[in-house]
């Protein structure tokens, strides 16, 4: 097994996934997003290498801290799909610890992937960002239709199997950009209709990333865009209230 790219490793995370968490951010990415925030990590093969083994060691020390937190591992980026097989050694290495797994993904990948995780992750965060094709590639630089039919393929898999594992859909809210009304009509609909949803992660936009995009792009296509805020996330819940989503920000 080669090396894998790790941007960064953040050993008291409590914004991504339950309880006190270890959040590795690996490197490499298949979307270009324009409002994401470490854009660095979109870059392949950059970043500190680890092998399976020596990412292991680093982060085992902190298991009594998830044990006493209800926490564990998030599997983050960047896109962990983007070093699929590497990321899975690291998993299955941390499944035979009995630790709680988080995957942060936008998911785009391909379904043998998604397969191959299956029976290691208790928590899929999946990061969608528009329904609306044309849309979506505007933001993201590429299509929305195998992100989509992705979600689908693993709730069925998730339902199918009878895994325990969970689905959470989180969503920027940008304002001015993905807050109109139909795309959180159908942002509800979308969660309403996943069997294994655990719940809806509204995010606030925030510009703090710009920097890094000055730096490495040149630009940053968002500058006139205020950072959203939790009136923001609220006009949110109240559209979505009939639906009886478990909803959080
Ligand atoms: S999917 Fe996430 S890490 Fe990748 S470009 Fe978009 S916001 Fe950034």
């Known amino acids: 097994m080669k090396n894998g790219y790790v941007h960064s490793i953040e050993s008291m995370g409590t914004l991504d996934g339950p309880g006190i968490r270890t959040v590795i951010f690996f490197q490499g990415c298949p979307l270009k997003c324009i409002f994401c925030h470490n854009i660095d990590t979109n870059i392949p093969n950059q970043g500190k290498q680890y092998s399976v083994d020596e990412l292991f060691e680093k982060v085992i020390k902190n298991k009594e801290y998830w044990e006493q937190n209800d926490g564990g591992i998030t599997l983050s980026g960047g896109e962990p799909f983007a070093q699929p097989e590497y990321v899975l050694e690291f998993a299955k290495k941390l499944k035979d610890k009995d630790i709680h797994i988080v995957m942060d993904t936008c998911l785009k990948t391909t379904k043998k992937n998604i397969e191959s995780f299956l029976r290691y992750i208790d928590l899929w965060m999946i990061s969608i ?20 039919e992705n979600v689908k393929f693993l709730d069925d898999k998730i339902s199918e199997l009878n895994l325990e594992s969970n689905i959470r859909i989180r969503f920027v809210v940008i304002p001015g950009i ?72």
């Open 129 to 148: 960002k528009e329904f609306d094709n044309k849309k979506h590639t505007e933001l993201t630089s590429s299509s929305n239709e195998d992100i989509l």
């Open 178 to 249: 993905t807050d109109y009304d139909e795309l959180i009509e159908k942002l509800g609909d979308f969660c309403y209709n996943i069997n294994n949803f655990e719940s809806l992660e509204l995010l606030p936009y925030w510009s703090q990333g710009k920097n890094k995009w000055y730096e490495i792009y040149g630009e940053y296509k968002l500058e006139n865009v205020r950072d959203g805020t939790k009136e923001d996330l609220q006009k949110f819940e109240r559209k979505l209230k009939h639906l009886n989503l478990n909803i959080k920000y």
